[in-house]
């Protein structure tokens, strides 16, 4: 039997609908991704608490069913037929925080990281201002160390609680192996984010307004607005010419691609390092662009790009 035959795809509707664990049949996951690109699985699961979590990891395990998790879905390109796969997306009590008062918050991993750190730096702290400016959840910036304008997410956790082996565990930012846009949950993946303690420092009202203010208006300078795009498609290859760093955008501009376009996806001619899906873009569309880039920057620059994106399911 494939692993989602459709006996196996009933028995888990069964076992899930009995333990009362939400769930949504053939959805459409383009609409839970900032691409706006991706074809429909066969169940996604929205657990609301931990025990449903595990209840849910229970029913995959014995059925031997495929599944990964979908976080906002801004880090990602998602397959055309992800058929192969169910996928798990946190609700409930994770898509809420909690003030702990003097300066410490416990967040949900499915709270949109935007409104979060808005709110939370309006409340009178300060050092989290870059974060509203990131999409996505923060169960996902946790995975990804997210973060710009010289600020990371690891520079202000206290604590990650997280589901690992079937146990949930807590561990302290120095336990817990990361790096510049990276951790071991994004190594390892074997890990489900679920809360995340931060602590920051009150601070001046008016100066932490200017501060978001500054960093929002960088950003809507600096970036396409109001695109479909998973942000940087590529790693800046962290290479230097007299002395200064040359970016990934740099180097496909240099390659001669801005506004490069395969169907309906096409190298923005604002920014080099995103690819935006101008319309119906199809993934396999995407990637035939990437394989564009990597060659023609190879070949005409000597450099080896790496995708910053990851590919959720198969694609092409
Ligand atoms: C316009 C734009 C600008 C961006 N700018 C930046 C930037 O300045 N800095 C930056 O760092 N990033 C940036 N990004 C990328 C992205 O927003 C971040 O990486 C974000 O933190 C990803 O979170 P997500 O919830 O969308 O993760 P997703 O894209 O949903 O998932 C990413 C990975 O995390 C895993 N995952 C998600 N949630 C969990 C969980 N709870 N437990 C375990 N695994 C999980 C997924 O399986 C996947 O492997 C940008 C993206 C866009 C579209």
């Known amino acids: 039997m494939s692993p989602l035959a459709p006996e196996?795809?009933?028995?888990?509707?069964?076992?899930?609908?009995?333990?009362?664990?939400?769930?949504?049949?053939?959805?459409?996951?383009?609409?839970?991704?900032?691409?706006?690109?991706?074809?429909?699985?066969?169940?996604?699961?929205?657990?609301?608490?931990?025990?449903?979590?595990?209840?849910?990891?229970?029913?995959?395990?014995?059925?031997?069913?495929?599944?990964?998790?979908?976080?906002?879905g801004t880090n990602l390109l998602i397959s055309d037929h992800p058929d192969d796969l169910v996928v798990l997306r946190l609700g409930g009590i994770f898509k809420e925080y909690r003030d702990l008062g003097g300066g410490r918050f416990r967040i949900g991993a499915a709270t949109n990281t935007t409104p979060v750190f808005r709110q939370i730096s309006q409340k009178g702290y300060t050092g989290a201002e870059f974060l509203s400016t990131i999409p996505g959840w923060t169960g996902g910036a946790v995975i990804q160390n997210a973060g710009c304008y010289g600020g990371e997410?690891?520079?202000?956790?206290?604590?990650?609680?997280?589901?690992?082996?079937?146990?949930i565990l807590k561990r302290k930012p120095e336990e817990i192996s990361h790096g510049y846009r990276t951790t071991e949950f994004l190594q390892r993946k074997d890990s489900i984010i679920l809360t995340t303690e931060i602590r920051l420092k009150p601070g001046d009202l008016n100066e932490i307004e200017n501060s978001l203010k500054e960093k929002r208006d960088k950003r809507n300078s600096s970036q396409p607005q109001n695109k479909k795009s998973a942000g940087s498609m590529f790693k800046n290859p962290k290479i230097y010419e007299n002395g200064a760093e040359i970016k990934a955008w740099q180097l496909i501009d240099r390659a001669g691609l801005r506004g490069k376009t395969v169907g309906g996806a096409q190298i923005s001619p604002e920014h080099c390092n995103f690819i935006v899906n101008t319309g119906n873009a199809k993934a396999s569309e995407v990637d035939s662009l990437v394989r564009i880039v990597r060659e023609k920057v190879d070949k005409e620059c000597r450099v080896r790009l790496d995708r910053e994106v990851e590919y959720f399911g198969t694609v092409p």
Do not use: T, Y
């Open 8 to 72: 196996r795809i009933a028995e888990l509707k069964g076992l899930l609908s009995g333990n009362l664990i939400p769930f949504r049949e053939e959805a459409d996951l383009s609409v839970h991704c900032s691409f706006k690109i991706g074809g429909v699985c066969p169940i996604l699961v929205e657990p609301e608490s931990s025990e449903q979590i595990l209840e849910a990891l229970d029913f995959f395990s014995k059925l031997e069913i495929p599944w990964k998790i979908l976080g906002g």
């Open 153 to 167: 997410f690891f520079d202000l956790i206290e604590e990650v609680e997280f589901l690992r082996d079937g146990k």
